[in-house]
């Protein structure tokens, strides 16, 4: 066997340039793992502000869209509008006999009132009515004097005054006739004329036209005051307008 002889002042240069090595690799390593993890952290925040870009020019492109339908939609309405209002919509007029036909099929929803000009109650319906033209614009809102209108008073059966005949797509499909339903007086609100209306669609409550509010109050309660100045009128005298 032979002798092995150490030096060990070489030993210990060796021991420590192995030390120094094996320390200089781990710091090589940590820092490359700390780049990595800095790479992958920034690649993260990066991909992160790219989503949160995509995510709020979706929005804003989302937000045009949306913009640009409503734009549409209130155009529409608006010609929609101005058609109606070509065809006597959002007021209340007088027409002869000549013009009814054409008035109750040029418009979806028709409210006619067929009134005397001496009849104190067929005034008294034409303030009510002047009112809800202005609120309903969804439907036409006319009078036609029941004496020069025979033809349509005679194909339309009626026989008692006020009547008010409701047509849809140029079809009569309901009438208020006389105050019977209003609460036989004179004096009713116009609130209890248009909660009839309202219950069989003669006028539509999703389209309401906006009102003045300082406007409606002070019209209805002059006449209230001009109905309860009106002398109260027999039965006959509003039920057959003919005689």
Known sequence: MSNFNMDPTKFKKDMGALAFGSALGAAARDYKSQMEAQDEAQAYVKAYQQVAIDEELGDEEALEKLQERRMKELRQEHEKKQEMARKGHGEYRHIGEDEFINEVTSSSLVAC?????????????????????????????????AEKAAFFVAKLNIKMLPAVVFFKNGIAFDRVVGFGELGEVDDFPTSVLEERMLQTDAIKKKIVAKVQSDEEPDAMERRRVYASTLPKEDDDESSDFSD
């Open 113 to 145: 009132h067929f009134w005397h000009p001496e009849f104190p109650r067929s005034k008294i319906m034409d303030k009510h009515l002047e009112i809800l033209a202005r609120k309903y614009f969804d439907t036409k809102f006319i009078k036609i004097d």
